[in-house]
């Protein structure tokens, strides 16, 4: 069912909406009715494929308040990205030791971390989310990029297959996989 025939509002995704969401909600996975443990467990399968090194960096596309950079060792670099500056100043308030923008930069990173970002129907296409990952792989010589996607049913999501993220990784990289590693979680993951 859509939300018209809920009688619900759609959610919102929008730099205002987020930024506003910062402001007034303790935890924004909330906002998509994800639990604090699924959500710990997204992070801890990213950082279990990409496998972070002493001396890289990782670039957390779609950081919300940082959340991932906590799991992350003191001699890895990281650096979160969202578009919402609402989500970016909570960000620096509650993780001070670690960087925050709502500019990236275009430098290199080893690793690339998407958790959750392009799920949200509102105001955006399956064709923006592989856009957007196929620029930062070719634009920021990472070694791994890793993206958890939606799978399930919820009309206020995007739901991504494994065989569209298959096609993709076919033309991305010759280095890739793609699997369906819990009910409503596709992990994407290509490399060099």
């Known amino acids: 069912m859509s939300a018209a025939e809920t009688g619900t509002e759609a959610v919102l995704n929008t730099p205002d909406a987020w930024s ?25 399968e990213i950082l279990r494929v990409l496998r972070p090194r002493p001396g890289e960096t990782l670039l957390d596309y779609g950081c919300g308040l940082g959340a991932l950079s906590d799991l992350l060792p003191d001699d890895v670099g990281y650096l979160g990205f969202d578009w919402s500056p609402g989500m970016i100043r909570r960000a620096r308030r509650e993780r001070p030791g ?12 080893n690793l690339i971390a998407v958790v959750g970002t392009f799920n949200l129907a509102d105001r955006w296409t399956k064709d923006r989310t592989w856009s957007i990952i196929r620029h930062l792989w070719l634009t920021t010589g990472c070694r791994s990029l890793a993206a958890s996607l939606y799978a399930g049913e919820d009309p206020d999501c995007l ?15 010759s280095v890739g996989q ?4 819990r009910d409503n979680d596709i992990l994407l993951e290509i490399g060099r």
């Open 20 to 44: 506003t969401r910062a402001a007034t909600i303790d935890d924004p996975c909330e906002v998509v009715r994800w639990s604090p443990q699924g959500q710990a467990a997204r992070f801890a």
């Open 159 to 173: 739901s991504y297959t494994v065989e569209e993220c298959n096609r993709f990784v076919i033309k991305t990289s």
């Open 98 to 109: 670690r960087e925050f923008t709502t500019f990236l930069p275009f430098h290199p990173f």
């Open 178 to 181: 793609v699997r369906r590693w």
